[in-house]
């Protein structure tokens, strides 16, 4: 079981970062393109998560005899998430501090030039580019960076293992004779 749970987290954790990893072998990790990062982000987070409800099916054929509580069911699938967040959150580092440490300004930058193609006042960007400031400055502490970047996909793992959880939980059905 402890196998399926670590085979599972370390696959899903890889899925997750092949976007990362392809734009660091390309050399291309600090050319962002905000347009569509967040589509391919999610999807390769659900792609990735898919192995939670493969790991808890496994677990529950193989090693349960067919059985598993829907607590079992989500602590496996919660396994594989915390797995999976980990190697996000390592790679995430790895790309920020070598690649992409200019990050946070970028992002800014564009979420300004969005607000100003939107027609927002000059109130408003004034107010939206402090807070980009706050952010990136917040944003250069390990911990913060650490957090924000755990709270991008441990969200996505845990909406999976609930609905995997729910999905595969299977109790031993009582034999009618003992109904009688």
């Known amino acids: 079981m402890k196998k399926t749970i670590l085979i599972c987290g370390l696959i899903a954790g890889l899925i997750s970062t092949s976007l990362f990893i392809g734009l660091m072998i390309l050399g291309k990790a600090g050319d962002e393109d905000f347009k569509n990062g967040m589509l391919y982000g999610y999807t390769l987070m659900i792609l990735a998560f898919s192995l939670i409800f493969v790991g808890t099916k496994i677990t529950r054929d193989k090693y349960n005899g067919g059985e598993i509580s829907f607590g079992k069911a989500f602590r496996v699938g919660l396994y594989i998430t915390l797995i999976a967040s980990t190697i996000y959150v390592i790679v995430w580092l790895i790309d920020y501090h070598f690649f992409n440490p200019d990050f946070a300004e970028k992002y800014g930058?564009?979420?300004?030039?969005?607000?100003?193609?939107?027609?927002?006042?000059?109130?408003?960007?004034?107010?939206?580019?402090?807070?980009?400031?706050?952010?990136?400055?917040?944003?250069?502490?390990?911990?913060?960076?650490?957090?924000?970047?755990?709270?991008?996909?441990?969200?996505?793992?845990?909406?999976?293992?609930?609905?995997?959880?729910?999905?595969?939980?299977?109790?031993?059905?009582?034999?009618?004779?003992?109904?009688?």
């Open 109 to 180: 930058a564009h979420i300004l030039e969005k607000l100003k193609a939107s027609g927002a006042s000059q109130a408003e960007i004034t107010k939206q580019s402090g807070e980009m400031v706050r952010f990136s400055e917040m944003y250069k502490n390990p911990l913060f960076n650490v957090l924000m970047t755990y709270s991008e996909i441990l969200p996505v793992g845990l909406i999976v293992s609930l609905i995997s959880a729910g999905i595969l939980k299977r109790k031993t059905a009582i034999p009618k004779q003992a109904i009688n």
